[in-house]
């Protein structure tokens, strides 16, 4: 049966999931909106980089006809941006995206202090998996005990309620 009561994380098999153990996850909701803020953040930022790139092609001479850069996920860039963002704000922002930050939530490595750079591509291409089969991976979030979602479980990650005090 799916609950949707609050829980904290249990973790008991090493000593950094015995560090974390007890810390509030956070809510479905909270991270659903701060996704979708990011998701909104990459197509601003995106799009300026795509006009860009297609002007200095053409600049250069790299493209004879006409160049229309889409974002519309049928094209392998506009992937990569979305990847690039992702990865690259939650390593340096520490677990913490633009949108995760917003919602006081940020991610928190099962395994390290803190979050790798290869950490942060994983769960960024993770995002990938969560979609697949109509976004069920998203949805694994109400049967995991952990509240841990597809791309949380590839990269070995738990998304916590941030504490200012405490720095994990």
């Excluded at 506009?78 to 922002?93: E, N, Q, R, T, W």
């Excluded at 006081?104 to 998996?129: M, N, T």
């Amino acid at each position: 049966m799916i609950s949707l009561k609050k829980r904290n994380y249990n973790g008991t098999e090493t000593h950094r999931m015995q560090e974390l153990d007890g810390l509030p996850l956070a809510t479905f909701i909270s991270r659903a909106v701060a996704f979708i803020v990011d998701f909104l953040i990459t197509i601003v930022v995106s799009v300026p980089i795509l006009i860009l790139g297609a002007k200095l092609l053409e600049l250069f001479g790299l493209v004879k006809d006409d160049l229309r850069l889409v974002f519309d996920f049928r094209h392998w860039y506009s992937y990569i941006l979305i990847v690039a963002y992702f990865s690259l704000s939650i390593y340096y922002g520490n677990g913490k995206t633009l949108g995760k930050r917003l919602m006081g939530i940020r991610v928190v490595s099962l395994v390290h202090e803190k979050i790798g750079f290869w950490h942060a591509v994983e769960r960024a291409l993770g995002y990938g998996a969560s979609f697949l089969e109509f976004g069920f991976g998203f949805l694994q979030y109400f049967i995991d005990a952990n509240r841990r979602t597809v791309h949380d479980r590839i990269a070995e990650t738990i998304v916590i309620q941030d504490r200012k005090s405490k720095d994990l």
